[in-house]
């Protein structure tokens, strides 16, 4: 890429923007380094790194990366065999510390899952040095300073050296603030030459013996060092000269041990580097409210919403810009100060930031194309120096151009053909234009001549635009568009001042007839554009609000099936359990009756009312289907349903069709089923029309079991309900028998009993007649029932 369009489109600002944001010198130089490339995978590598930055910068705040010094400089005296300083071995143990930092940090990020494109990568190359790292740490301090941990010497001579001075200054102390205290300028105690020392009037220098080191400017106080601590002063210097030579033996033996690290150590500086760049573009980008493009090989390019980055965000006005899949050449008219050459500007920037890995501010789906140059002749570039006017300033940068483009090149004109007679220039930019059009370079033009709109829709792949102008306001509204050529608003402009009208129509008279027939044309496209506009924003509107209810919908049914699952499993779970319990009661009946067939033994097995009652336990184990409970519709239809006794009904449970008896509770009902009696529920019998009866045969069954049915039952000493119960039963097992009369022995008792079976014999629908016993077979305490 060539370095002048750098400097035209102010990439180098963009650069200066991101460097605010880096704290290493690594990444400093990475910024300076950095230029658009034209190799795909390059750039989509860099893209991925941004894509990562953003994300890690929404997850975790960023990349945690401390302010680091350039450390190659300390590594080349390395090399050359030098021993570094404190504040040289602080600033690579920095580095070495951070490493292990950034480690732990994207170790963390793996741990919860979170996919990166590309920062991963960069991550295993990193090298970690945990020993050298943790003697770094123990010997130097941050400001570079050698610790008293850096070995057992150095802790043992500066213990020596703080007594030393403690000793010094109790004895400096005594005299300061002893009797002798008014021979001294100061009652201080001071350094002069490194050794301790008091200010003492020049009269009295004789007072304290010792040496002189300094005098004050005027000559009136000395820096005298007292003979009593000269010696006290000696051992401390000693004690210094020790630590000062053992700071370099450990200094020394540190840089030894960096030797065979070099290049890890440098390399390892490098991607701290390269983490710290990926964090400047994040937080750029979030400051541009930028997008990371995407890269489109056929060079269809696609700004959405584009910004210049240079511009304030909330000031700059947006457009669309579309490059390359249906035009390689746009042609922008209009006047002045419209927002002609930043909408140039915008497309060649974002186009250059693209292509060198940065976000761009521009909407999400944007994409961006890959060049291999981008020319631009931008601007009044008069050279004085050269002599050389307006239009021949532009007319070289043209021929240079013309020179070097192709099919992967960006031109970018800014008033082209300006600078002459209107007439040839506008000969020369549609000649310029054709000469670009047949090399096949994506080219956009900004112009003054109408010429030029006739161009733009003669040519092929070439389309018209211009900034819109508001003639109300008149002002420009900075707005792109794509397919409506500009066109002179002066008179519109001139009437709204107060120019005559009488001067305005003069004027329209003068003009050329084509021209005025091409203004209103113009007008009438603008005109179209606006409604076809309105209708867009109208139709989006609603697109929009059906997408919305759309995923609404998508959800909800989603959200039903789901919930379906779940209830069907929940249901599966039930039934599989009333099944299971079920099987276990049905085995238990099985079981007894098993039990009661080996009880019978000689008496020929289980009686008939045996059998009936482990039927009715099995037809007990049937589950009702609760959510017929809940419906409503079924609910109320049983409402209007009106039963009475003589109804005939289906019982759900067994499918038969029985009648009604009586009613023996709130919704229970006594239901003659064939020959047996049963009590069931207004929920398990449906309410049907009577059957025509058919013509009746007289058949008479005799059950091989009835020789071991009784023809008397006795119920004395059986509670009411249980004796009922079992006169029930009793009565189904006599008439299976084939009996026709039976005798019920009840007692006598109080009369419950008595009054009890006798109301229940008169609703048999089976009991023909019913009597008192004979007095010899136990009168009023038995009753003897006949059957039909």
């Known amino acids: 890429m060539n370095e002048k369009i750098l400097t035209t489109l102010n990439f180098d600002k963009v650069k200066q923007q991101m460097a605010e944001y880096l704290v290493t010198a690594q990444g400093k130089d990475e910024v300076e380094k950095l230029v658009p490339s034209d190799d795909s995978q390059v750039i989509q590598s860099w893209l991925n790194e941004t894509e990562d930055g953003y994300k890690v910068q929404r997850l975790r705040g960023g990349i945690p990366i401390p302010k680091l010094e350039n450390i190659r400089p300390h590594m080349k005296r390395i090399e050359i065999g030098a021993d570094l300083n404190g504040l040289e071995l602080a600033q690579i143990g920095r580095v070495l510390s951070t490493v292990n930092e950034v480690i732990r940090f994207f170790e963390d990020l793996k741990d919860s899952e979170i996919e990166l494109l590309r920062i991963y990568e960069w991550l295993d190359q990193l090298v970690t040095i945990p020993e050298l790292s943790r003697k770094l740490r123990a010997s130097i301090a941050e400001d570079g300073q050698v610790q008293d941990e850096a070995s057992p010497e150095l802790r043992i001579i500066r213990n020596n050296i703080r007594r030393s001075e403690q000793t010094i200054r109790e004895q400096l102390d005594g005299i300061v603030r002893g009797k002798n205290a008014r021979y001294l300028s100061d009652a201080i105690v001071t350094m002069r030459n490194e050794r301790y020392v008091i200010p003492v009037k020049q009269e009295y220098r004789g007072i304290f013996g010792g040496v002189v080191h300094d005098q004050s400017s005027s000559g009136q106080t000395l820096f005298i060092e007292p003979k009593q601590i000269v010696e006290l002063n000696n051992r401390l210097r000693q004690h210094q000269i020790a630590e000062r030579n053992e700071i370099e033996r450990i200094l020394s033996e540190l840089s030894a041990e960096l030797v065979p690290y070099q290049q890890e150590i440098i390399h390892n500086a490098y991607v701290i580097g390269k983490f710290d760049f990926i964090n400047a573009k994040a937080r750029l980008g979030k400051e541009l409210k930028a997008i990371v493009p995407e890269l489109s090989l056929e060079n269809h390019i696609f700004l959405k919403q584009a910004r210049h980055p240079l511009l304030d965000p909330d000031m ?51 994409v961006i194309g890959i060049f291999k140059e981008v020319f631009a002749d931008i601007g009044d570039e008069q050279s004085i120096e050269q002599s050389l006017s307006t239009f021949s300033s532009h007319m070289t940068t043209i021929v240079d151009v013309l020179k070097k483009v192709d099919s992967n090149s960006l031109v970018l004109f800014d008033e082209l053909g300006a600078g002459t007679d209107p007439q040839e220039g506008a000969a020369l930019a549609i000649s310029i234009l054709d000469a670009l059009g047949s090399k096949s370079a994506y080219v956009v033009a900004t112009t003054h001549y109408p010429e030029l709109k006739v161009y733009g829709y003669n040519r092929a792949k070439t389309i018209n635009a211009s900034m819109e102008f508001d003639v109300d306001t008149l002002s420009p509204t900075y707005r792109l568009l794509i397919g409506v050529p500009g066109r002179s608003n002066a008179f519109e402009i001139s009437r709204r001042l107060g120019l005559e009208e009488v001067i305005i129509n003069e004027a329209k008279q003068i003009m050329d007839g084509e021209s005025q027939d091409l203004n209103e044309m113009i007008a009438d496209l603008e005109n179209r554009r606006k409604m076809a506009e309105t209708e867009y924003l109208e139709v989006r509107h609603f697109v929009d609000e059906s997408q919305g209810l759309f995923k609404d919908l998508k959800e909800a049914y989603n959200y039903f099936l789901d919930e379906r699952e779940k209830e069907m499993a929940k249901a599966r779970k039930e039934a599989n359990k009333l099944v299971s319990e079920a099987q276990e009661e049905a085995e238990k009946i099985i079981s007894d009756i098993r039990k009661l067939q080996l009880a019978g033994g000689n008496q020929g097995g289980v009686k008939e009312h045996q059998l009936i009652d482990a039927k009715t336990k099995l037809s007990n184990l049937h589950q009702e289907e609760g959510h017929l409970k809940q419906n409503k519709v079924l609910k109320k239809a049983r409402e209007q349903k009106q039963l009475k006794a003589g109804d005939e009904v289906i019982v759900n449970t067994y499918g038969q069709r029985g009648v009604l008896l009586k009613k023996t509770g709130t919704d229970t009902w006594q239901v003659q089923l064939g020959i047996l009696k049963m009590a069931v529920s207004e929920e398990d019998m449906t309410l049907v029309g009577k059957e025509k009866e058919p013509v009746q045969k007289m058949t008479t069954i005799r059950s091989v079991e009835s020789s071991h049915v009784p023809n008397q039952l006795d119920l004395r000493g059986k509670r009411y309900e249980e004796a009922l119960e079992e006169v ?17 022995v009840h007692g006598k008792g109080t009369g419950a009993l008595r009054t009890g079976i006798t109301d229940y014999l008169k609703n048999h629908r089976s009991v023909q007649g019913f009597e008192f016993a004979p007095g010899n077979q136990g009168g009023n305490g038995a009753t003897i029932v006949k059957f039909k």
Not at 317 to 339: F, S
Not at 737 to 742: H, K, S
């Open 728 to 744: 029930d039963r009793y009565l189904d097992a006599a008439i299976l028998a084939g009996y026709p009369q039976v005798t019920i």
């Open 316 to 366: 700059a006005v947006a457009n669309d810009i579309a490059l390359g899949e249906d035009y390689q050449a746009i042609v922008i008219t209009g006047p002045n100060t419209g927002g002609k050459t930043i909408t140039l500007k915008t497309l060649g920037l974002l186009q250059l930031m693209g292509q060198s890995g940065l976000p761009i501010p521009a909407e999400e789906e944007s």
